[in-house]
């Protein structure tokens, strides 16, 4: 069978030389058609992309969002001593206006230049702006000082308790399209003529503010600040917009300098290993052919680059990369021996035709069980990493081909040829003499020592935390690390509150629990070391109080809950009559939902410890069993997500192997074969893992997602090997001629990709961010370690497996 096959590929490969003009212009044609739409392809690197949007707990955020607005929002802290002066003021003022101004998708900015203020005067409820009218004497500057720290929300949100350190929090919209105004109002009579219906049905419509928005608004805010900031002031820019954008233009600037640099490595090497521009040109041209054309795929599909799809590049350059070499290593010695270039394309495809299609199809089995884990970026890898392949594959067996035969090239001669490379043949036939000589003892030498260096990853611990890839030093992070120390209102944690029935919130006694619950608060103490605390909690009852307050003569001991419900009802029913919307953040319109916001500093979910379950019992306990309670926000949402990739990759991982070793059956033709053939593919994924335990690797998104580029190499290498192990095999009867003849060509072929793609990755260890050095240091480290499986561990299992075969044919 094997045979017919390699003869089918050999007669193809004749068929392409002999209509070599068609091949290409058809392929060329088709990737622009496809690549084309690669313009359509968005970034989103913000936590709430990692959920599918059916997701449960992305569902519970979405509808969050949609009730009660965006909690998307950039902080801008400013250090000064001199915080209640007219020169700050003035300056705070002109800041506020101009983001007000000039910021696209925004919902509002708060700060102490329009702070609510609530008071009573007569009979009658005032809500304005705390500088409603501007502060311009000492005095004046002083009577609002004085309301603003008399205010306890403002306290540790806008102006430190310390009074050295004032903040403006930017929020963005939570809808890509300005919802009506309808949606924004509480008016009864439309609420009776079933308009709010309607409306919410048309908002449910409407997409979220997109991450190429949020980018957009950040920038805005960060060019803002550049014009406003003067020298030496000390000033803070956090939040997730602002750490999606960091992320993303860290990502884009890294990516593009090093890709750069990476291809002329790979472009220099492989033009010193061939001798001849087209072995450095082709391979990477259908490297790159097959990403375009998967950008492609991914635009017309509207799967943006995110933190997991980034690395299909990386995997498509370095599989599409290793399949040309292969098929280049057999052209060119057939070429160099005097072949015509016809005939070394027939021949070159007819020895590795099979096996690159077989790799192929493989590597992509193996991705596609992606599609089984519940993150959406994970699903996206799933579908697209698998398109990747099958057209760089194609593209190996029919672009490739053609273009040998199009492009002119010079003929080496083959004494030339045998002095440069008999050094490394003859490493190469060495190391596999070892193999097939001692087999026995190789395989237990490399298994120890797999073990010894797996061991550590018993080490290992999983960190999701985008804050972390930036480097020690970097200004977000250390604005971050500032601003959740000071004031610990970096992120969001939220919490719904449903009563199940209209103007439940009305009542007295959940009122007064309410408030309980907001004094208890502060008291949660969470994570694994204990050091995340609230640092700001806000809901309605925080309005609610202002307005009892006011409505009794503004006395303090009256900053407190109403103790009826009709008293209640009519206190909000005048606070909405005075135009403030500040309830629509925090209420429904009928009054049996609330949302409860703690800011807290920025934590990784892998550090929140039992925060969140001890929140929702203390919650549980004060609210207690009457009303429905939902935790979410982005903090909730990224301690899901994290949970839900490393659960989604190790299952992803174990179904890769299932799907991968039934294949590796099939070739060999044997059971036992395709289980021993997994040990070289699966040996260099647990060393990696092992040394990453034992140097202090953590695990993350981008570290776990290298096992995709490992899996790939390590099965195309072993099945390279497999197949002309046995080719060879058959010829000599002879396990040791076998090994010896499979080192002189695939040996060649595979020591060239590890060293090119070697080249490539180890630039991303010079990179800006802790991610992309680990994904360089990482993925280096496996090709070069299944490299040394496919030459050392390979043989020996096949020299063992394949005994019975030779005693067989034995005289």
């Known amino acids: 069978m094997r045979e017919r096959l390699d003869h089918w590929f050999e007669a193809w490969g004749r068929w392409v030389a002999s209509h070599h003009w068609l091949v290409i212009a058809l392929t060329l044609l088709a990737a622009a058609v496809v690549g084309l739409q690669a313009r359509h392809m968005t970034m989103d690197f913000t936590p709430d992309s990692f959920l599918a949007p059916g997701h449960v707990e992305r569902v519970r955020y979405d509808a969050m969002r949609r009730q009660f607005g965006s909690d998307s929002v950039a902080l801008i802290a400013i250090r000064s001593d001199a915080i209640w002066t007219a020169e700050f003021l003035n300056w705070l003022r002109d800041l506020h206006s101009a983001l007000e101004e000039r910021v696209p998708h925004l919902d509002e900015v708060t700060s102490l230049v329009n702070a609510r203020s609530t008071r009573g005067e007569a009979d009658s409820l005032i809500v304005e702006d705390l500088m409603e009218q501007w502060p311009e004497t000492p005095a004046e500057i002083a009577a609002v000082r004085d309301r603003a720290l008399a205010n306890p929300v403002y306290r540790g949100l806008l102006i430190a308790p310390e009074q050295n350190l004032t903040t403006l929090l930017v929020t963005l919209n939570a809808l890509s399209v300005e919802q009506g105004d309808a949606l924004a109002g509480f008016d009864d009579d439309f609420e009776a003529a079933g308009g709010v219906e309607s409306d919410a049905e048309a908002a449910a419509l409407q997409p979220f503010l997109s991450g190429n928005e949020r980018d957009a608004a950040t920038r805005v805010i960060e060019a803002t600040l550049a014009e406003f900031v003067q020298p030496g002031q000390e000033v803070h820019l956090v939040g997730t917009p602002v750490v999606a954008e960091r992320s993303i233009t860290l990502t884009q600037n890294n990516t593009i300098r090093f890709t750069a640099v990476a291809l002329v490595m790979i472009l220099g090497a492989l033009s010193f290993l061939f001798r001849r521009p087209v072995g450095a040109v ?31 590049p990386s995997l498509l350059m370095a599989v599409g990369t290793s399949s040309s070499i292969h098929l280049l290593v057999l052209f060119f010695q057939f070429f160099d021996a005097g072949r015509t270039r016809r005939e070394a394309v027939a021949q070159a495809l007819g020895h590795s035709g099979l096996p690159i299609l077989l790799a192929g199809l493989t590597t992509a089995g193996g991705l596609a069980s992606f599609n089984a884990a519940e993150l959406a970026g994970v699903r996206d890898v799933g579908f697209l990493a698998p398109i990747g392949i099958g057209v760089g594959v194609f593209l190996t067996l029919s672009l490739l081909p053609a273009l040998l035969v199009a492009v002119p090239i010079a003929r080496r001669e083959q004494t030339a040829e045998s002095a440069e490379a008999g050094v490394l043949v003859r490493w190469l036939v060495r190391v596999g003499d070892l193999a097939t000589g001692r087999p026995g003892m190789v395989t237990v030498v490399s298994l120890v020592v797999a073990f010894v260096l797996g061991a550590g990853s018993l080490r290992l611990y999983y960190v999701f935390d985008p804050i972390t890839f930036l480097k020690e030093g970097d200004p977000l992070r ?117 949302r409860v916001t703690m800011r807290v ?108 580029i490992a899996i790939g190499l390590a099965v195309d290498d072993t ?32 020591f060239t990709t590890s060293i090119v793609l070697s080249l490539g990755f180890i630039v991303y260890t010079m990179a800006g961010m802790r991610n992309l050095e680990a994904l360089g240091v990482v993925t280096t480290t496996s090709i070069l370690l299944a490299f040394l499986a496919d030459i050392v561990v390979a043989p020996a299992l096949l020299t063992l497996v394949s005994r019975n075969r030779q005693h067989r044919g034995a005289p």
């Not at 003569?553 to 900053?559: I, V």
């Not at 335990?693 to 695990?699: D, F, I, K, M, Q």
């Not at 192990?725 to 076998?738: K, N, Q, T």
């Open 282 to 312: 082709l391979p990477v041209l259908v490297a790159l052919l097959s990403i375009v054309v998967t950008f492609g795929v991914a635009g017309i599909r509207g799967s943006p680059l995110g933190v997991t799809t980034q690395m299909i």
């Open 478 to 594: 250390v604005s971050t690390d500032i601003v959740g120390r000071d004031l610990g209102t970096v992120g969001n944690i939220d919490v719904i509150i449903d009563t199940g029935e209209v103007n439940g919130l009305h009542e007295p006694e959940l009122l007064e629990r309410f408030a309980e619950l907001h004094r208890r608060i502060p008291d949660l103490r969470g994570g694994l070391d204990r050091e995340i605390e609230v640092g700001k909690t806000i809901s309605f009852i925080d309005i609610l109080k202002e307005i009892h307050q006011a409505l009794n003569e503004n006395r303090p001991e009256f900053y407190s809950v109403p103790d009826s419900r009709p008293l209640a009802a009519q206190e909000l029913l005048l606070f909405e009559n005075t135009g403030a919307d500040d309830l629509e953040d925090f209420v429904d319109s009928q009054f049996s939902k609330a």
């Open 601 to 708: 500093p920025w934590i990784a979910p892998s550090a929140f410890g039992d925060f969140l379950p001890d929140s929702a019992a203390l919650f549980r306990e004060v609210l207690g069993p009457d009303v429905d309670i939902e935790f979410t926000g982005l903090m909730p949402l990224m301690s899901v997500a994290q949970e839900e990739m490393r659960i989604g990759l190790i299952r992803s991982y174990a179904l890769a192997i299932l799907i991968i070793t039934p294949m590796m059956m099939l070739l060999i033709g044997s059971v036992r074969g395709g289980l021993v053939s997994m040990v070289p593919n699966l040996m260099p994924i647990g060393m990696v893992l092992g040394l990453m335990g034992w140097v202090g690797l953590e695990l993350n998104v981008f570290t776990m997602m290298v096992g995709c």
């Open 719 to 750: 099945i390279h090997i497999i197949h002309q192990f046995y080719r060879y095999l058959g010829v000599s009867g002879s396990a040791r001629e076998a090994v010896r003849s499979t080192m002189q060509t695939t040996g060649k072929a595979l």
